[in-house]
């Protein structure tokens, strides 16, 4: 799904994008561009991913990187990306702001520190970077908790399912299931009761592959968990230290 940001077209005159090499500026514009960038800039992207849509050799592409960390553009760890002045060219309106919070947490805590470094200019709207939190943050720990947990859960189930599974924005995720619990006003239990069942089910395991559209279904599917429904033939999964299965039915 296709996104609007703000870019500064006279970017392509800036001195510093004029001396990359051609693979050097076709990936630092991938990375303001990215179709999995989010709000705060700083998202999960496979490498392999970024070679496909660029062109670019798989292995340069953490020597390109490498560069742009010493020049603080920015800086790929362990499938994170994180654009260092992303935020600062960007506009929020109060929604968008209680949404990158979400997205602030479940990014790493090294790469939050490097973008939102205390020592530079902050963007408004922002807290002390050290405590990584937005102003207008109606979300606390137990809801992040809940989020990362439900996250996680269809993280699993999509892997038990199909190994090789490319996990697409785990940033989106987490923004869908801030809203699943702190608007929908959805139970944790209930929600990984409803999305095991769906991700046991025949039909609905190849149609959930995220939280913004287990969201979207998830009155249906609740519905239809209820009822019996169709065939759940998948083996229940045991997630942390609680049993989060449904009954085989035929």
């Avoid at 303001?32 to 989010?38: A, G, K, L, Y």
């Avoid at 935020?87 to 997205?103: F, G, I, R, W």
């Avoid at 490319?166 to 409803?194: C, P, Q, S, T």
Wanted: aromatic fraction near 8%; glycine fraction near 6%; charged fraction near 30%.
């Amino acid at each position: 799904m296709s996104k609007r940001k703000i870019v500064d077209t006279g970017a392509w005159r800036d001195d510093y994008v004029q001396g990359l090499d051609p693979s050097e500026k076709l990936l630092f514009w991938y990375g303001i561009t990215s179709p999995d960038i989010n709000l705060c800039g700083i998202y999960q992207t496979p490498l392999k991913i970024i070679a496909v849509d660029t062109g670019i050799d798989k292995d340069m592409l953490p020597k390109i990187f490498k560069r742009f960390e010493r020049d603080k553009k920015m800086k790929y760890s362990k499938g994170w990306l994180a654009i260092k002045n992303y935020m600062k060219h960007q506009s929020y309106n109060p929604n968008m702001l209680t949404a990158m919070n979400v997205e602030l947490d479940a990014a790493p805590k090294s790469l939050v520190q490097w973008v939102l470094n205390p020592s530079e200019r902050i963007p408004k709207g922002l807290k002390n970077p050290s405590r990584t939190t937005l102003i207008n943050n109606n979300s606390n720990n137990n809801n992040n908790k809940e989020c990362s947990e439900l996250c996680e859960l269809l993280k699993t189930l999509i892997l038990r399912n199909k190994p090789d599974f490319i996990i697409g924005n785990i940033n989106k995720w987490h923004v869908d299931a801030d809203r699943i619990f702190r608007i929908d006003k959805r139970n944790l239990g209930e929600a990984k009761r409803v999305l095991t069942w769906a991700l046991n089910d025949d039909f609905w395991h190849t149609n959930i592959l995220s939280i913004g559209k287990f969201r979207k279904q998830y009155d249906k599917l609740d519905m239809q968990s209820r009822k019996g429904g169709r065939s759940t033939l998948r083996p229940a999964v045991s997630v942390g230290n609680k049993y989060d299965g449904v009954e085989n039915r035929t």
